[in-house]
T-cell receptor, first 112, second 114 residues
């Protein structure tokens, strides 16, 4: 069974600083990879996804992620964060024809 | 495009009552919808896969008689929590998609059972 690990449960960072949220997955087959953001009391919003092709994926709100097959990672990055980026971030994987598996989430807190 | 709505967004009920939550795909047809449950400060856990015109597929450990799922049309799936108890209090989220690779999530329904 596939699993998703997000090593950092909480990441505090100052405004305008860069941030990286880590995601590793375990799967022996090709996967689709996703990052979602969840603001308080709201559903999930898709930030970006990797299905195939270029390993560097750009998403909304200035976020990007890089798929590294050898390291089975899909880390999320943003060069300069804003207060409004404070939220919970979930990494998810999906095998072809299978269901989503979500990581435990990382709470990003952007400090003024 | 690709908007998924849920109704209600908030519900408070007494223990022992049943609660129905609706999930609608507003601008596309979804043959498959998914229901998730999220406890505070935890990740989403898939409860069941809702298939239009057939029975839902439940994940291990999810009571199908307690969480009734109906997928009446290509744009509507409902989750009914029967005889709700305080431990059923949670955030319930549905998702739907036009392809297997991408799912669009609803805004969630927060259930509080007193």
């Amino acid at each position: 069974a596939q699993s998703v690990t997000q090593l950092d449960s909480q990441v505090p960072v100052f405004e305008e600083a860069p941030v990286e949220l880590r995601c590793n997955y375990s799967s022996s087959v090709s996967v689709y990879l996703f990052w979602y953001v969840q603001y308080p009391n709201q559903g999930l919003q898709l930030l970006l996804k990797y299905l195939s092709g270029s390993t560097l994926v750009k998403g909304i709100n200035g976020f990007e992620a890089e798929f590294n097959k050898s390291q089975t990672s899909f880390h999320l990055r943003k060069p300069s964060v804003h207060i409004s980026d404070t939220a919970e971030y979930f990494c998810a994987v999906r095998n072809q024809g299978q269901n989503f598996v979500f990581g435990p989430g990382t709470r990003l807190s952007v400090l003024p | 495009g690709a908007v998924v709505s849920q109704h209600p967004s908030w519900v408070i009920c007494k223990s022992g009552t049943s609660v129905k939550i609706e999930c609608r795909s507003l601008d596309f047809q979804a043959t498959t919808m998914f229901w998730y449950r999220q406890f505070p400060k935890q990740s989403l856990m898939l409860m069941a896969t809702s298939n239009e015109g057939s029975k839902a597929t439940y994940e291990q450990g999810v009571e199908k008689d307690k969480f009734l799922i109906n997928h009446a049309s290509l744009t509507l799936s409902t989750l009914t929590v029967t005889s709700a108890h305080p431990e059923d209090s949670s955030f319930y989220i549905c998702s739907a998609g036009t392809t297997k690779e991408t799912q669009y999530f609803g805004p969630g329904t927060r259930l509080l059972v007193l």
